[in-house]
């Protein structure tokens, strides 16, 4: 090996050893400062109505499971949610808010930490809540399921 090959060997290595600790010095105290965050899941069965006609149980259409994420995802139900589970006081005190939150901002707040996705059986769905607070996570997705 050259002297001009070792050279840009040491360079290259001293670079990338400087970007390294210049990631970890960044990534580790923003680490520490975070506050730990908990996921709740909830699955839930999706049921069609049966029409009068048939007594034998219809397989979910993906239609069927769409409106019923919608409607879990709408914010007549996030407003319930706010309300049953008192989160405007909730929210107030998390963010460190003088007054408690108004309501359609809770159930914008709230909404953000659901994530409803299809689930891993046929005409299931899965209610996932990310809080900071296990309990709070839970009795979200339990509320909402």
Same mark, same amino acid.
């Given at each position: 090996m050259t002297r001009k090959a070792k050279t840009l060997w040491l360079v290259v290595s001293l670079a990338f050893l400087g970007i390294v600790l210049l990631i970890g010095a960044v990534c580790i105290p923003v680490l520490l400062v975070m506050p730990p965050k908990f996921e709740a899941v909830c699955r839930i069965r999706v049921i069609p109505a049966r029409s009068p006609a %048939? %007594?034998?149980?219809?397989? *979910? %259409?993906?239609? *069927?499971? *769409?409106?019923? &994420? &919608? &409607?879990?995802?709408? =914010? %007549? =139900?996030? =407003?319930?949610l706010v309300e049953k589970l008192n989160l405007t006081g909730y929210y107030a005190k998390r963010f460190r808010l003088n007054d408690p939150m108004y309501m359609p901002q809770a159930a914008a707040v709230a909404a953000s930490h659901v994530n409803i996705r299809s689930g891993s059986e046929p005409g299931t769905l899965e209610i996932r809540v990310t809080e900071e607070d296990p309990q709070m996570a839970a009795d979200m997705a339990n509320e909402l399921a």
């Open positions: %048939s %007594s034998a149980p219809q397989p *979910v %259409s993906e239609k *069927v499971l *769409v409106e019923e &994420r &919608r &409607r879990i995802e709408s =914010t %007549s =139900t996030m =407003t319930a």
